[in-house]
């Protein structure tokens, strides 16, 4: 394999020639060999959107020549749009608060513009990846920079998702508006609910978190570029710090804006954490919405099975015909690992130290991680579980009509002792509380069917006057 020397201040490395990375990136992908996972792709991407505005600003003042300064923005142009990808291969898990990552951006686009110039790959007298990719910048404030654009690119798409899930759900809710149920608290009988009002209450619920997550994207828009090392700007001209910013709303298309104390920008993560506590939230209510349909549609003989959920694949090796929720499962999982995830990034934002926090790879796959996962997690729900979700409607009325607690519900025309003795002797017989009261004539078949509605049963202010003055029938107005 050919190769080219590079060297750094520990000494000289061979490099691969065709590589675009060099003797930063290849040590650092020696040192952090300890996991699979790679450094997010949008914190490389948002990365070289903050080297090209670096770019723009120097050229603009001078600092660089024009034809390095193209060369250099043209690279970085390619690396925002996803291109040289194989080149970015570094362990999330990475000591040196994110330099090993900013050093593999700053050599890729070194190189890169070198062969747009015609010149071969690591002739840094050129163009060198500090000296000119890195001109005016620290890791300390690129980093932090990027961080945010990647969690702003990636929370909006998770924001519409919700929205869309929410849509989802209110579809079901209308369409199972009549179907009367058993409620349930402490999985126990509860007075009835309409199926559509169970689902209802989970679309505001997504509602609620749709909205938080659109509203805190604005608290990432504080950004430390032109703080360098630890935030008091140091070797950035005060001209390039407003101009690099200028630049970068501009290529991000982002209201971001310079934050009025960088080294506090620079020195704390506490944005992120906020941010993250949200996604977790909306997290919560996902994993809750998938137990519950875990619950009600399971079965189909030896569960509540009121709902159907849309067969996805066969569910056991052993067991012909068995069905499996997978979809909610995995949905279950990727809540928890979000969560999992919030306190990683909370415990790697309350060890930042002085004027930096070393942990902030951490803090940016954590977070990277939760936001794409949630939104790939909640499009999948909506599109192969929640839109193709049918009722069970005459289970649910079998349920319901063979649960004492709808003798709850016949309070106001039995009164409490009239109410209690059929429950009783529902439980005792076995049959339901329906047969036993047109039994007792207790009430008329067509009275009952009166009372036994979805608004009579789940709405207030819904009480029928049943007026039935015969001696010996009890019925309370």
């Excluded at 005016?136 to 924001?159: E, G, K, W």
Aim: hydrophobic share 45%.
């Amino acid at each position: 394999m050919s190769t080219r020397q590079e060297h750094d201040l520990l000494g000289n490395r061979e490099v691969p020639a065709s590589a675009y990375y060099g003797i930063h990136t290849l040590r650092a992908a020696e040192n952090f060999r300890v996991s699979r996972h790679q450094v997010h792709p949008e914190l490389i991407k948002a990365l070289a959107t903050v080297k090209e505005a670096a770019a723009r600003a120097n050229l603009d003042l001078g600092y660089l020549p024009q034809e390095k300064g193209e060369a250099i923005i043209a690279a970085c142009q390619e690396v925002a749009r996803g291109e040289l990808a194989d080149q970015f291969f570094l362990d999330a898990f990475q000591g040196g608060a994110g330099t090993s990552t900013n050093m593999n951006v700053n050599e890729v686009i070194a190189n890169r513009a070198l062969e747009i110039l015609g010149l071969p790959r690591g002739d840094y007298a050129t163009i060198h990846p500090n000296d000119h990719v890195n001109l005016h910048q620290s890791t300390n404030d690129v980093y932090p920079t990027a961080m945010r654009i990647a969690a702003i690119r990636l929370l909006l798409p998770l924001a519409e998702e919700l929205a869309r899930f929410q849509e989802a759900l209110q579809e079901k809710e209308a369409a199972f508006a009549g179907i009367l149920k058993i409620g349930r608290t402490e999985f126990q009988d509860a007075v009835p609910v309409t199926l559509g009002q169970e689902f209802g209450a989970y679309a505001q619920a997504v509602a609620r978190d749709r909205w938080r997550l659109y509203k805190v994207e604005e608290r990432l828009r504080q950004v430390n570029l032109g703080g360098t090392a630890t935030g008091t700007g140091l070797n950035a001209p005060l001209k390039y710090i407003y101009l690099v910013n200028d630049y970068l709303r501009r290529l991000t298309g982002v209201g971001l804006a310079r934050a009025e104390n960088m080294i506090d920008g620079t020195q704390n993560m506490d944005v992120f954490v906020e941010v993250s506590g949200l996604v977790k939230a909306a997290a919560v209510t996902m994993h809750k919405i998938a137990g519950d349909l875990r619950f009600l549609s399971a079965g189909p003989r030896g569960g509540p099975a009121e709902i159907n959920l849309p067969p996805r694949q066969a569910g056991s090796s052993i067991m012909p015909g068995k069905v499996n929720p997978v979809i909610p499962e995995m949905v279950n999982q990727v809540a928890m690992q979000v969560m999992a995830n919030d306190m990683v990034i909370a415990m790697a934002a309350s060890q930042g130290h002085l004027e930096l926090n070393p942990f902030a790879p951490l803090i940016a796959h954590a977070l990277l991680e939760s936001l794409e996962m949630l939104a790939a997690a909640a499009r999948i729900f909506r599109t192969e579980c929640i839109s193709g979700i049918t009722a069970n409607a005459g289970r649910c009325r079998e349920v319901l009509e063979q649960s004492p607690v709808l003798a709850t519900a016949l309070l106001p025309y039995l009164g409490y002792e009239k109410a209690t003795e059929v429950v009783q002797e529902a439980e005792a017989s076995g049959r339901s509380i329906r047969e036993i009261l047109l039994e007792k004539g207790f009430l008329t078949p067509d009275e009952l069917e009166s009372i036994l509605t979805p608004a009579a049963m789940t709405k207030p202010g819904t009480v029928k006057n049943i007026n039935r003055p015969q001696q010996g029938q009890g019925l309370c107005n």
